[in-house]
């Protein structure tokens, strides 16, 4: 009894032990995810701080134009004050009809000319002949025109250019998912202040922007962002529309619009070049001839593109073809003409000229007879007010001196406001006075066409001086709020460069401290800049307390390093692979200050990639163990040989041609996959499965859950993506009909949901409850293996071997890589797919050559990781651009937009491979070690620093290097959009790192510890 007894006393004492280890790590674990936080809260003040002072802004003013003040004395018969006939000028017409076909594009709407033999007739062409037949068959009647866009080209920020007159700043790109409503003078406002009766039909953005704007009992609103859906909005817009359009109907609306989203869909599906894409411009034909024959001669009728589409169909940027859209002014009064001012001039065509999108504002309120808004910029479209015959030059001067006038108001009040120096607009005023004194001559001696004529110039040469003028208003950069920035994102990098590379053993010991005294700072500095800016100076609050707040947790951080100087060292490269490292990262960010470096990055990286993979090779020729040499070799080999095999896909951004052939998509004038490439998900779901399998058995780690999930989960899940694609592709095609679309969209989004169920809750669960992936097996007592450990047994006669020993830290957390791999290769395009998997295989092989050539401790691992999430990002069919974002992955597995998870599933599509490689990033600390070793976990650390390191200074540079060329021709076409990319890729790997890898090593430590300890 006494054995017994203490027996059961040792192992509840063992029990109790164990606890308290757990305990430990538990509180250990959770004291580095808080401080790597910290460092993310840092990376994220210091990025505010730059984007506050380089995405520009302008202060919007809430003055409203009224219809009884004009802008200046109007020196005519006519009284200003009467909606009835016109508040500042006589108005045209009584309603308007207004259809906006969102990305209609210039070229959709003009006869095809070849220029040469190899310039061959897209679908597009000749799709839509009415708008200019018209045009060109009734000039008095029809206007055809470029519609110029200014960038950046989303359909919200057009739709503020096309009802304020203002001009964009490169801030607004990042709203247009968030519309709010517009607070500025607009059209909208102006026609409601009229009372008139204003009905929208079709894109619900325009309810974003305009609450309660709209006739709520005609109104019908559609979801917008549903890019697959080629009909329900047209088909809803034409239902409703031409019911109103009927005599009886009329008196029920003033102005109507309608917002047409098929075209800019077709493009985002297909591609501008595809069948879909003509039918739907002949549907928009067939439209425009109905709706013109049954308006009134009071009617104007409108068509207008709120911008164009690059040759993939998609936009945002700022190319010919994104920025040029199309508009269309048809009256039956036959008021419209062409200025000319010799009878010898050849008869007026479609294209005269180009207009700017802003010049509609003024244009659609002096026909409709409507106060100017207060912030407009636009000038008046002279076809417009220059008479039938081309010569009513009086009208177009006076137009012009009302909008310039308007102008100069805006213009007097917003000096106020900013305080700007009277220099700053010396040039415009100058022109103002000069074409104001022109106009007094005309109360003195007799006007003819000639001088009128001259009178319109001066105004127009008013106007568009102070567009040029405001351009470089709202250019001026807050360089102190850049340099605050820049200075912090550097404080960032060297306490994370410290963390990671100068601690050694100490690392986690000083968690507690970083914890405490860099929240402390965060929180007291947050709160000395609430004071600072609220009672001490004009420096604007918010800037103060993130300034101060971040600079507060540094002084935290730095008060820990300073106490533990004696045992910090320099992060100095010590060995020939940290100084590798240092050169990729520090080259790759020294590159982007050069724009051609930046345009060719994904081949940059590739060579990057290559060489690392030439020098993995020459280390594992060197290794003294033949099965290190050899597996070396092998898989250094194999990594340069996936790279290559990567690098077949491609998606080449427009800087780039005609040096690089596009591969992503079925052509270069595509958004879909070529048929082919549909068997790529399939060879996925048949040989991924077993690639990983291979390297868990050659560990003997292929056991219990491993079993589970790589032979059943994994593989079921990439089998229906694979599915799910061909679906896709058959829906694309409409193999079954266009009857059988709805129920394969229907079929599409279950088995899309299925296969996220299967990677995320399932995998998950499979994950958090797994024990480790070990086996016992009994063997002679001469038996050797490198994956086992022998034990023996009592009699001597045999020993016990536990298989996976060797790997049960690696094949256990390696699961949760796998997993995330399920869900983004659903997410991604078929070619987008093959890459991901190819980055996996890539990922395992460097996971053993690291191990062979025992460099699982240096910043090599980390850092050739984060080179492999950077150039796969290029592979899955992405550019450091906003038209290459693929936004119909937001509707793979939802029918419509659904919050958070359509942004969630867009940045899973989007940075899957920086994802992917982040969560790799402990695996690497963790592959092929024995579970009893000690400093597992500070290792994790130290690697995940490491990782987050090397995007900090990728950051940090293309912040600076776009700071420095701020006023560079391709600021906006190329730095900005790398350094937006620099700082959304950064905050993603920091969440990702921190609470997905880091986080959830706790999963894989207590399971292994509990059967051998915590250590």
Not at 64 to 86: M, N, R, V, W
Not at 127 to 146: D, Q
Not at 185 to 202: E, F, T
Not at 554 to 574: D, E, M
Request: overall charge neutral; glycine content about 8%; proline content about 5%.
């Amino acid at each position: 009894m006494d054995d017994e007894r203490r027996e059961e006393l040792r192992k509840r004492r063992e029990r109790q032990l164990q606890k308290m280890a757990e305990a430990r790590f538990t509180v250990t674990h959770g004291l580095l995810v808080a401080f790597l936080t910290v460092v993310m809260i840092l990376h994220v003040l210091g990025l505010y701080l730059f984007t506050s002072g380089f995405l520009l802004t302008r202060v919007v003013l809430d003055d409203k134009s009224e219809c009884g003040i004009p802008p200046i004395d109007l020196q005519s018969s006519y009284t200003a004050g009467s909606y009835e006939k016109g508040c500042w000028h006589p108005k045209t017409f009584d309603k308007a009809v207004v259809i906006v076909v969102d990305a209609l594009r210039y070229d959709f709407t003009v006869p095809f000319k070849p220029k040469n033999e190899a310039d061959k007739p897209r679908h597009y062409h000749d799709a839509l002949p009415f708008l200019y037949e018209t045009a060109v068959a009734h000039p008095e009647r029809a206007i055809l025109m470029p519609f110029i866009a200014d960038p950046p080209t989303t359909t919200l920020q057009r739709l503020k250019g096309l009802t304020t007159g203002t001009l964009p700043t490169f801030i607004d790109a990042g709203s247009n998912f968030a519309g709010t409503a517009i607070d500025e003078d607009n059209l909208i406002a102006q026609l409601r202040n009229a009372s008139k009766a204003v009905v929208h039909l079709g894109d619900d953005t325009w309810h974003a922007l305009f609450p309660g704007h709209f006739e709520p009992n005609l109104t019908k609103a559609y979801d917008s962002f549903n890019v697959w859906d080629l009909h329900t909005v047209d088909n809803g817009v034409t239902e409703h529309l031409l019911p109103l359009l009927q005599a009886a109907n009329t008196s029920k609306w003033d102005v109507l619009i309608g917002h047409y989203l098929g075209v800019d869909h077709a493009g985002h599906r297909y591609g501008p070049d595809h069948p879909a894409m003509a039918a739907k411009l002949r549907q928009m034909d067939g439209l425009f001839r109905e709706v013109m024959d049954v308006i009134d001669d009071d009617t104007l009728l409108i068509v207008l593109g709120d911008h164009g589409m690059d040759a993939k169909g998609d936009h945002g940027g700022e190319s010919d073809d994104e920025i040029e859209a199309a508009v269309w002014l048809y009256s039956k009064k036959g008021v419209f003409g062409r200025r000319q001012r010799q009878p010898t001039e050849p008869p007026a065509n479609a294209k005269l000229q180009s207009i700017a999108q802003i010049d509609f504002v003024p244009t659609f309120s002096l026909l409709m007879g409507l106060p100017i808004p207060f912030n407009n910029l636009g000038a008046p479209l002279v076809e417009a007010f220059i008479g039938s015959k081309g010569v009513d030059f009086e009208n177009l001067a006076r137009v012009y001196r009302l909008t310039a006038a308007q102008i100069q108001r805006y213009m007097q009040e917003y000096k106020q406001v900013r305080s700007l120096d009277e220099s700053a607009t010396a040039h415009p005023e100058y022109l103002w006075g000069l074409a104001n004194r022109m106009w007094e001559l005309t109360t003195e001696e007799p006007m003819d066409a000639i001088k009128w004529d001259a009178m319109f110039t001066a105004f127009y040469n008013y106007q568009a001086e102070t567009i040029s003028v405001c351009r470089s208003l709202w250019a001026r950069f807050d360089v102190p709020s850049m340099f605050n920035g820049i200075f912090v994102l550097t404080i960032g990098v060297v306490l994370l460069g410290i963390y990671a590379r100068g601690i050694g053993a100490l690392r986690l010991a000083l968690s507690p401290g970083f914890v405490k005294r860099g929240g402390l700072g965060l929180v007291l500095g947050s709160l000395a800049g609430y004071l600072l800016g609220a009672f001490i100076t004009p420096i604007p609050m918010v800037q103060a307390m993130v300034f101060l707040a971040a600079l507060g947790g540094s002084v935290g951080i730095i008060n820990v390093f300073y106490k533990a100087r004696r045992s910090l060292v320099w992060p100095i490269p010590n060995s020939i692979w940290a100084w590798v490292a240092v050169l990729f990262t520090v080259s790759l960010s020294l590159g982007f200050a050069a724009n051609s470096f930046t345009i060719w990055e994904d081949e940059i990286l590739y060579f990057f990639l290559t060489t690392m993979g030439a020098l993995f090779l020459v280390s594992s020729v060197r290794q003294e163990e033949v099965i290190d040499r050899a597996l070396g070799c092998y898989h250094s080999i194999l990594f340069i040989s996936l790279g290559r095999l990567a690098s077949l896909s491609r998606l080449c951004r427009e800087e780039q041609m005609p040096y690089c052939f596009s591969t992503y998509y079925a052509s270069s004038t595509s958004s879909t996959s070529s048929l082919w490439q549909l068997i790529i998900p399939f060879v996925l779901a048949f040989v991924l499965p077993g690639i990983v399998k291979q390297f868990y058995q050659a560990t003997n780690s292929y056991h219990h859950s491993a079993v589970l999930w790589l032979g059943i989960g994994f593989r079921t899940a990439l089998c229906l993506g694979a599915v799910f694609w061909s679906l896709d592709a058959a829906d694309d095609k409409e193999i079954f009909g266009p009857a059988a679309s709805g129920t394969l969209k229907t079929i599409k989004v279950m088995l899309a949901q299925i296969v996220l169920g299967i990677a995320i809750p399932v995998g998950y669960s499979i994950y958090a409850w797994a024990a480790p992936f070990l086996a016992i097996q009994s063997m002679s007592p001469n038996a050797v293996s490198t994956s086992k450990i022998t034990c023996l047994s009592s009699d001597k006669r045999s020993r016990l071997a536990i298989l996976g020993y060797n790997n049960a830290h690696g094949s256990r957390y390696f699961v949760l890589v796998t997993m995330w791999t399920s869900a983004i290769i659903l997410l991604q395009k078929p070619m987008g797919a093959g890459a991901i998997g190819i980055l996996l295989w890539q990922i395992l092989s460097l996971l053993e050559i690291l191990h062979a050539n025992k460099l699982q401790d240096s910043a090599i691992g980390p850092t050739t990781l984060a080179l492999l999430g950077s150039f796969h990002f290029f592979k899955t069919g992405h550019q450091a651009t906003l038209s290459s974002i693929q936004w119909e992955s937001a509707f793979i597995p939802l029918k419509t937009i659904s919050y958070p998870y359509s942004p969630i599933l867009i940045i899973l599509n989007t940075f899957g491979a920086q994802i992917l490689t982040a969560l790799a990033v402990p695996a690497i600390v963790l592959w092929k070690v024995e579970p009893k070793r000690k400093g597992l976990l500070a290792a994790v650390g130290k690697a995940m620093a490491t990782h987050m390191l090397f995007y900090a200074v990728v950051s940090l540079a293309t912040a600076a290097w776009a700071g420095w060329l701020r006023r560079h021709l391709m600021l906006y076409r190329i730095f900005s959009p790398r350094f937006l990319m620099g700082s959304v890729v950064l905050v993603v790997v920091d969440v990702v790192g921190i609470f997905f890898a880091v986080g959830g090593t706790r999963w894989s430590f207590l399971s292994v510890g509990d059967v051998f300890g915590f250590h």
